[in-house]
């Protein structure tokens, strides 16, 4: 496609009706054919991603629908533009935004130096009660890896986003408050804690394990996937990420019987030959579940994770196929969604037009399979792939392939659109 047919397919929806919200309705998303969706551009490289991704976000859905269908985008402070412009990292109107609107994108956000909000990131997702982080890990054909079947990765991290140690409940060694905590440890509970020690909570509850796990078997169930596996250190913290397990085995019982099978029911009632329209729950010590997927990496399919595993895990997972400058996420909760790009604010590459966009790309696949406008998402994932591909590739990539022609973030955004008509 020559740039004036790129040009073209970008404007193709001028005219198109006015923007109207997302709304949720008996447990369902309601979205309109011109869905206002807000995004928060980011810090660092942050506008030269989002600048790419609107734009083929925007060609994909114009060449899917023909203009029947756009996004109309609405901006929101956040991090350091929002700090310089209002004197706050993260306003309430953005978060009170986000809640109106249902379904959210943002870049990357710097988190600030010193006392306050300990991480944008984490105050987001605990302020919207966003308790799911699902982040899908596949590899892209071009994309260099350092293993030698990265093709053998497709899996989806359900990681649990509100508790744990990242809940933030932890003080400072030799404070007041943390000397307080640890004679009441050693004095009152029996169990011997230094005076000079810092100290962190680790709380984890019943309700917020079951929904990560729910959601987990919910999303294995809806998308015919073969396994969920709870991964968790039980063996040594039995009374938090052993409950973990053990949650998940009492609602599988309750709530998924039938549907979901034990990992000793398939061998013992079925061969191990997983039966048509059921999931098998596994579950896995977290050091061993490292090994495995770098290994075994065919027998996990969904994986429900604690806080902190899940974070270690999906970053794991992402540089088997290629690094997090590939890895798309969202953060989710019922009928709330917030997609981001997963890697950080790269300050140094700030306004070069230089860096992938390809995670915050892949997260806008993610938000139009999820606002239900599927065609769209597979075209632009298709075209995605096929740019790679042919080693049309922005530096970080280009740098690993020797066949590779390195262009710019507005000029790998060209490409990919020039592709979508293929497909």
């Known amino acids: 496609m020559c740039q004036k047919g790129v040009a073209a397919l970008e404007t193709r929806v001028e005219g198109a009706a006015a923007g109207a919200r997302i709304q949720y309705e008996g447990g369902r998303l309601a979205v309109p054919e011109v869905p206002i969706i807000p995004y928060i551009e980011g810090d660092g490289i942050g506008p030269d991603i989002w600048r790419a991704t609107e ?73 919207l009660d966003l308790y799911a982080c699902v982040r899908p890990v596949r590899y892209i054909t071009g994309v260099p890896s350092p293993m030698r079947k990265p093709e053998l990765v497709d899996m989806v991290i359900f990681r649990e986003n509100t508790e744990d140690v990242y809940a933030g409940i932890e003080w400072r060694a030799g404070s007041e408050a943390a000397r307080r905590l640890a004679a009441f440890i050693t004095e009152e509970l029996g169990n011997p804690v230094s005076l000079d020690a810092g100290l962190g909570v680790k709380p984890m509850t019943q309700h917020g394990s079951e929904r ?9 169930l809806a998308h015919g996937r073969r396994s969920v596996t709870m991964m968790h250190k039980g063996n040594i913290m039995k009374f938090t990420e052993g409950a973990f397990r053990e949650w998940g085995y009492a609602l599988v019982a309750r709530e998924y019987a039938g549907r979901v099978i034990s990992e000793q029911a398939l061998w013992d009632d079925f061969g191990g030959e997983v039966p048509a329209g059921k999931v098998v729950l596994k579950d896995r010590i977290a050091d061993i579940m490292f090994q495995q997927v770098i290994l075994r990496p065919r027998e996990y399919d969904v994986i429900a994770c604690p806080n902190l595993n899940g974070d270690y895990l999906s970053d794991a997972l992402a540089a088997q196929v290629g690094g997090v400058g590939m890895a798309p996420g969202a953060n989710m909760s019922d009928g709330l969604a917030v997609f981001e790009a997963t890697h950080g604010t790269a300050p140094k590459y700030a306004n070069q037009d230089k860096v992938n966009p390809g995670s915050l790309v892949l997260s806008a696949i993610m938000m139009l399979e999820y606002i239900g406008w599927g065609e769209a ?12 591909a042919d080693g049309v590739v922005t530096y970080d990539l280009a740098r690993l392939r020797a066949d590779a022609r390195e262009v710019k973030t507005s000029e790998f955004a060209s490409a990919v659109i020039e592709r979508l008509a293929a497909h």
């Open 55 to 127: 734009r083929m976000v925007d060609a994909a859905v114009a060449q899917t629908y023909g203009g029947r269908r756009r996004i109309e985008w609405r901006p929101l402070l956040a991090g350091e533009r929002a700090h310089a412009e209002v004197g706050e990292w993260l306003p309430a109107d953005t978060l009170e935004a986000i809640r109106a609107h249902r379904v959210a994108i943002k870049g990357p956000l710097t988190t600030p130096v010193g006392g306050g909000i300990r991480s944008l990131n984490v105050t987001l997702r605990q302020e």
């Open 212 to 220: 990560i796990i729910r959601a987990a078997i919910e999303y294995a």
């Open 377 to 388: 998402a597979r075209t632009l994932d298709a075209a995605l792939a096929a740019t790679i």
